[in-house]
C-alpha cells in the first residue's frame, strides 16, 4: 500500500535554479493538494487540484506552478527557487466526499 | 492572516498526565474540525476530528472539546504516553465549498517524559 508517494526526499537547490517537486497517489483520489511547512507557521495551502483537470490557488502560490498529470499525479513547480522557498513540502489526497486528508512524506527543500 | 490560532508551541507532559492542546477560530463558517498527528520525518495523519454540531468527541485516549460560542476547540489526550511524543495541528475547514481545503493551526510539539 504505497498511499501518496512523493520525490525526491531531499534537495538542495541554488538561489535561481529551477526543479520539480514530484507526488503519485494510488487510491483513485480525485482532489490532491500542495502544503508546505514551515516552523512556528503550521502547513499552509499553496494549489490544490480539486478534481483532475482544475487547479487553484491557495494561501501562498507565489513562486511556484502546478500540474494535474493526471488522476495519479499532481507536480509542482519551482521556476526559480528562493531562500524563502525552503521548507518541507508535502503533497496530500483525498476521496471526493470522504474528508480525510492522506499525506506523504514529504521533500525537505534547502535554497542557498 | 492565520484563521486557526493554536497553542501552546510546545508542551512537555510526564507519562499518565494530560495532554491539553487548544485552538481558536474567528471564521464561523467553519464547519469541521480534525487534528492531524505528525511523528518526526512523516506526513501528518489524521488523528480525530469534529463537527460542530457536538461538544465533545472521544476516540480512545484522545478527546476533541467544541466551545461553539467561544469560538474555540481543544484535544486532551489522557494518560499521556511516550509513543505520543509528536507534533500536533489543529485544522478547520469551511462549509462554502466541497475542495477540501483545510486552514492549519501553527502546530504542537508534545514530548511525553518517561
Known amino acids: 500500500n504505497a498511499g501518496v508517494t512523493q520525490t525526491p526526499k531531499f534537495q538542495a537547490l541554488k538561489t535561481g535554479q529551477s526543479m520539480t517537486l514530484q507526488c503519485a497517489q494510488d487510491m483513485n483520489h480525485n482532489s490532491m493538494y500542495w502544503y508546505r511547512q514551515d516552523p512556528g507557521m503550521g502547513l499552509r495551502l499553496i494549489y490544490y487540484?480539486?478534481?483532475?483537470?482544475?487547479?487553484d490557488k491557495g494561501e501562498v502560490p507565489n513562486g511556484y506552478n502546478v500540474s494535474r498529470l493526471n488522476k495519479r499525479e499532481f507536480s509542482l513547480r519551482l521556476e526559480s527557487a528562493a531562500p524563502s522557498q525552503t521548507s518541507v513540502y508535502f503533497c496530500?489526497?483525498?476521496?471526493?466526499?470522504?474528508?480525510?486528508?492522506?499525506f506523504g512524506s514529504g521533500t525537505q527543500l534547502s535554497v542557498l | 492572516q492565520q484563521q486557526v490560532k493554536q497553542s501552546p508551541q510546545s508542551l512537555i507532559v510526564q507519562k499518565g498526565g494530560i495532554s491539553i492542546i487548544n485552538c481558536a477560530y474567528e471564521?464561523?463558517?467553519?464547519?469541521?474540525f480534525p487534528w492531524y498527528q505528525q511523528f518526526p520525518g512523516k506526513g501528518p495523519a489524521l488523528l480525530i476530528a469534529i463537527r460542530p454540531d457536538v461538544s465533545e468527541k472521544k476516540e480512545g485516549r484522545f478527546t476533541i472539546s467544541f466551545n461553539k460560542s467561544a469560538k474555540q476547540f481543544s484535544l486532551h489526550i489522557m494518560d499521556s504516553q511516550p509513543g505520543d511524543s509528536a507534533t500536533y495541528f489543529c485544522a478547520a475547514r469551511t462549509a462554502t465549498s466541497n475542495t477540501g481545503k483545510l486552514i492549519f493551526g501553527q502546530g504542537t510539539t508534545l514530548q511525553v517524559k518517561p
Open positions: 487540484s480539486a478534481s483532475e483537470g482544475t487547479t
Open positions: 496530500a489526497s483525498r476521496h471526493l466526499w470522504v474528508e480525510k486528508l492522506f
Open positions: 471564521n464561523t463558517a467553519f464547519d469541521y
